[in-house]
């Protein structure tokens, strides 16, 4: 296994916002397994942000399903910009089972660097994701395959979390920022990141935060049908 550690980078020419520490990426994608405010919090402590200060958690009740070898589509929206990068790592056995956050080496900055497992080992299915400076013009994502020879229909849980080369060991959390998706990995179980369901009820629910994609793409049905009745007349 090869591992190399990431470039420790430079704050100019971010967007930081003076003041802002409250939160710092919301999980667009898969359905996030609690309520995220405007800025994404809770997400500081780890593994699921369910223990920050001043923001309870406070479950979905979402639930992903994917079938094994599926590939995921993680969709991020960044709030509050720090130079760094996103990983993800998948528990079996529910948020206890997620790993610590990897080491990392001060440099410049108390976080420096961080260790990306390149390739990734199980659990981590993705490491290095998105590596930035700068700030996002939009939302980003991101994907990866699921194990072929893993199945788990509860306690299955995805983490993404942010790397932050630029914050302080000082901040909560801190050199990591963490969402979680509640999923489920079984034959038959979804096609390539299947719709999120509610977890209370079996009743077909709707990950929070659909996107502009999705609302220029009912734009678009609308001109083309307007435009069709238009040359009928």
Request: proline share 9%.
């Amino acid at each position: 296994m090869r591992r190399f550690v990431a470039v420790a980078f430079a704050c100019s020419g971010g967007l930081l916002v003076p003041g802002v520490a409250r939160a710092h990426f919301v999980l667009q994608a898969p359905a996030s397994w609690a309520e995220q405010g405007p800025l994404g919090d809770p997400q500081k402590s780890g593994p699921c942000g369910q223990a920050d200060p001043g923001a309870t958690a406070v479950p979905t009740g979402m639930v992903t399903p994917y079938a094994p070898g599926d590939t995921v589509t993680v969709t991020i929206g960044e709030t509050v910009t720090h130079p760094g990068h996103y990983r993800a790592v998948l528990s079996t056995t529910g948020q206890d089972g997620l790993p610590a956050d990897p080491p990392v080496t001060p440099g410049s900055t108390p976080c420096g660097t961080a260790e990306i497992q390149n390739p990734p080992v199980y659990p981590v299915l993705a490491d290095g994701m998105l590596v930035h400076t700068a700030g996002f013009s939009g939302a980003q994502s991101f994907t990866f395959k699921l194990p072929s020879d893993v199945t788990c229909t509860g306690n299955c849980v995805l983490q993404v979390a942010e790397f932050m080369s630029d914050h302080g060991l000082n901040n909560p959390g801190g050199c990591f920022y963490h969402h979680c998706a509640n999923i489920t990995i079984q034959a038959g179980g979804g096609t390539d990141g299947g719709a999120g369901e509610s977890g209370s009820g079996g009743g077909c629910g709707c990950a929070a935060g659909g996107g502009p994609s999705s609302a220029l793409g009912l734009l678009g049905m609308a001109l083309v049908a307007i435009g069709a009745r238009r040359r009928r007349r």
